[in-house]
């Protein structure tokens, strides 16, 4: 059936370019259409862990987008053969599986999103210079970001504290980035925003862990989390601030990084749900 869907699909395609000379007008607004309905048809399954922040972003690029598709939780304690078998290197979640093969690692399952589905708000920008800057701004969210985060939180003393200064001192910097703008990109939610806003559902751990307050410290930053988590793709897709404190504090108890924490969150989940 689906083959089938997909076939009437490109016929579609071929009588729009047949009649692009008589009927040039209709042209864009029919390959929008049959873009959308082909996006359909695909079949988009996510390897991911609710609270990971990395999963969000893939989360988000498909609301973005307004793809369907089959959310499969992983238990990070006891991984599935599939995500083993999608993601066999890393062994890592997210994993988006579209139409049987697999994309790894949220920033290239974002980019792949973008480029496979661009009839609907595009996330990254068209201009190659303002895009390699959006690449950059990337990798300076990954490593200072959550890459400073996790240093502070696995370091005690006064390392903590060296590290919980960097941490700000980087968000600090990304205020200056921001600068009068309301995203990132401009005037519009865009890629940057999207690899940095999973970030938001740390706020109460780095304000609790540090004896700090983030609208103090980053006003800025606060007020551009407001902003985008206007936006329903964004809203539904972050996990809620204490719950992600309390997951980072079993975690921290537990003394390994995955052991018992999917037992932990059945029990958060019932006493959320009571």
């Known amino acids: 059936m689906k083959l089938q869907y997909k076939k009437a699909c490109l016929g579609l395609n071929f009588i729009a370019i047949s009649q692009r000379k008589q009927f040039p007008h209709l042209l864009s607004p029919l390959f929008f259409s049959i873009s959308a309905i082909m996006s359909q048809a695909d079949e988009l399954i996510l390897l991911e862990w609710y609270p990971s922040p990395f999963a969000a972003r893939v989360r988000i690029a498909l609301a973005e987008k307004g793809l369907n598709y089959e959310s499969r ?7 599935s053969p599939l995500l083993l078998q999608m993601n066999p290197v890393n062994k890592q979640i997210p994993v988006l599986i579209h139409n049987g093969r697999p994309i790894c690692e949220s920033t290239v ?17 068209s201009d190659p210079h303002q895009r390699a800057h959006a690449k950059f701004w990337d990798d300076y969210v990954d490593k200072k970001i959550f890459g400073g985060g996790m240093q502070w939180a696995a370091s005690k003393g006064e390392v903590k504290e060296a590290a919980k200064k960097d941490l700000i001192g980087c968000f600090k910097t ?5 600068g009068d703008k309301p995203f990132f990109g401009g005037e519009s939610f865009g890629y940057v925003d999207l690899v940095l806003i999973p970030c ?17 410290e980053c006003p800025k930053i606060v ?3 407001q902003r985008c988590l206007q936006k329903e793709s964004v809203s539904k897709s972050l ?12 975690i921290s108890r537990s003394g390994s990084a995955w052991t018992s924490v ?13």
């Open 109 to 125: 399952i974002v980019k792949y999103i973008d480029e496979v589905w661009n009839h609907k708000s595009p996330l990254f920008p």
């Open 239 to 250: 996990c809620d601030q204490q719950k992600s404190y309390a997951i980072i504090s079993e």
């Open 262 to 274: 999917q037992k932990f969150l059945d029990k958060l989940d019932l006493l959320q749900n009571s």
């Open 223 to 225: 007020d551009w989390a």
């Open 73 to 79: 939780p992983e238990d990070l304690t006891n991984k």
């Open 200 to 216: 938001y559902s740390l706020f109460y751990t780095y304000e609790s862990l540090g004896n700090l307050s983030m609208a103090e």
């Open 174 to 178: 990304l205020e200056e980035e921001l």
